[in-house]
T-cell receptor
């Protein structure tokens, strides 16, 4: 089954404790991205990657890091989480091209206390 | 810069009534437009997309949307609402720049009353 898998689904952590949210896709997509969803703000792109070893900032990259060492994986790293990073995070993947469909993971609900 | 405006953060309809969710976009280049649906505790799922072919686009679950360039609109409709349509709906645009970034509206939460 074609899917984007994120882990964990839920995470509560403390301020400053490094964490990684994993994302994996099995569709051989070149393009992967991370979004955060906040009430009343919709989804905003954090980082994206057009191919292995190619990553770039989205609209809200501060406080986040990513890496793309393999085509299927695109982890999101919070080196020193803060309460304003409490949010619902989605990983997405798609084929290259403007009109292609993005496939989303189930989401990771992160709470930073 | 590209943007999407969804009028009405909450829309409530009766079962069997017409569903109309409004989306207006701003883009300096011909846009690609998408409607996604998010059911509770799930990720986003594509309903339909406009990619410069037919202006009336049919999607899954009986939804359709019409691209109107003169009005910069891409409203989503369904003739008869079902209880199962209760969800949050997001309009999104891709077009400007080379990042292939989806720019989302803030979403419209649809409630269907029995």
């Amino acid at each position: 089954e074609a899917q984007v898998t994120q882990n964990p689904r839920y995470l509560i952590t403390v301020t400053g404790k490094k964490l990684t949210v994993t994302c994996s896709q099995n569709m051989n997509h070149e393009y992967m991205s991370w979004y955060r969803q906040d009430p009343g703000l919709g989804l905003r792109q954090i980082y994206y990657s057009m191919n292995v070893e190619v990553t770039d900032k989205g609209d809200v990259p501060e406080g986040y890091k990513v890496s793309r060492k393999e085509k299927r994986n695109f982890p999101l790293i919070l080196e020193s989480p803060s309460p304003n990073q409490t949010s619902l995070y989605f990983c997405a993947s798609k084929q290259r091209g403007m009109g292609t469909e993005a496939f989303f993971g189930q989401g990771t609900r992160l709470t930073v206390v | 810069a590209q943007s999407v405006t969804q009028l009405g953060s909450h829309v409530s309809v009766s079962e069997g009534a017409l569903v109309l969710l409004r989306c207006n976009y701003s883009s300096s280049v011909p846009p690609y437009l998408f409607w996604y649906v998010q059911y509770p505790n799930q990720g986003l799922q594509l309903l339909l997309k406009y990619t410069s072919a037919a202006t009336l686009v049919k999607g899954i679950n009986g939804f359709e949307a019409e691209f109107k360039k003169s009005e910069t609109s891409f409203h989503l409709t369904k003739p008869s609402a079902h209880m199962s349509d209760a969800a949050e709906y997001f309009c999104a645009v891709i077009g400007e720049g080379g990042s292939e970034k989806l720019v989302f509206g803030k979403g419209t939460k649809l409630t269907v009353n029995p």
